[in-house]
């Protein structure tokens, strides 16, 4: 199933920066459980997420092409979602990117069970198979090979949200050049794939804000929860700095 046909069949869709509201913003679009390095269950994020209010969440569980446990996740999901009426639940994935033509860790009978699918950089490939070592690698070639990476994803990937954009430099070296952010996001818009706005990663919110504002990209909003005590964490951090007042 190409991207276009799997988003007319699940109905997860992104707005553009600036057309964001309050609503809009309460949504948590990056949760992990304990069936894989999470550590609340599907029900207790569930629960908490009701107690906080919020009116949408995907799980966006950790994957790779050899994954066969993806069906009965699913099934625990959508069992578990009658019991929280005026939530919008999804089920999605996280998966890294392979090389820089947009090839995914992840097996199509995944994507295909997905209403969302996250595609992120979590290592950078070096063409024999492997991997590098970021100990390695200067914070230049890091973010460049990203950079690459991110671009693959963004024009070849059936993804819907490139995930945690420049996380890998951002959290070994403190920055990802925002020349780099620029093109991702205007790229992105031909294909509509959203930008995350991930709390755990940026170093400086307010920055990046400021250049979603100006570039306008689709976006989805994720605080990479790993436990319920981090549910929301992003919304609320865009509440604070003003967004979604008008």
């Not at 599907?42 to 569980?61: H, M, P, S």
């Not at 820089?100 to 290592?123: E, F, K, Q, W």
Request: one cysteine or more.
């Amino acid at each position: 199933m190409n991207l276009q046909a799997r988003r007319q069949t699940h109905k997860l869709t992104f707005c553009r920066f600036r057309d964001l509201t309050r609503e809009q913003l309460n949504v948590e679009f990056q949760v992990h459980t304990n069936w894989t390095d999470g550590q609340a269950s599907v029900l207790e994020i569930l629960r908490a997420a009701k107690e906080l209010d919020l009116g949408a969440l995907a799980f966006t569980e950790h994957v790779r092409e050899e994954t066969s446990w993806f069906s009965e996740f699913r099934d625990e999901v959508v069992s578990a979602a009658p019991g929280f009426e005026g939530m919008r639940i999804y089920v999605g994935c996280e998966t890294k990117a392979t090389d820089y033509d947009g090839r995914l860790d992840v097996s199509d009978t995944v994507i295909n069970a997905c209403d969302i699918v996250l595609g992120v950089v979590h290592r950078l490939p070096d063409s024999r198979g492997g991997y590098l070592d970021f100990k390695h690698l200067s914070a230049d070639e890091t973010s460049e090979m990203e950079y690459r990476l991110s671009m693959g994803m963004i024009a070849k990937a059936p993804i819907d949200v490139l995930g945690h954009p420049g996380g890998m430099s951002l959290r070994r070296h403190g920055h990802f050049p925002e020349a780099y952010f620029r093109a991702l996001m205007n790229t992105s818009l031909d294909r509509q794939i959203a930008i995350e706005i991930n709390s755990s990663y940026l170093v400086d919110m307010p920055a990046f804000l400021t250049l979603c504002e100006e570039v306008n990209p689709f976006v989805s909003i994720g605080s990479d929860a790993h436990k319920v005590s981090e549910l929301a964490r992003c919304r609320d951090q865009l509440m604070a700095l003003g967004l979604g007042t008008s």
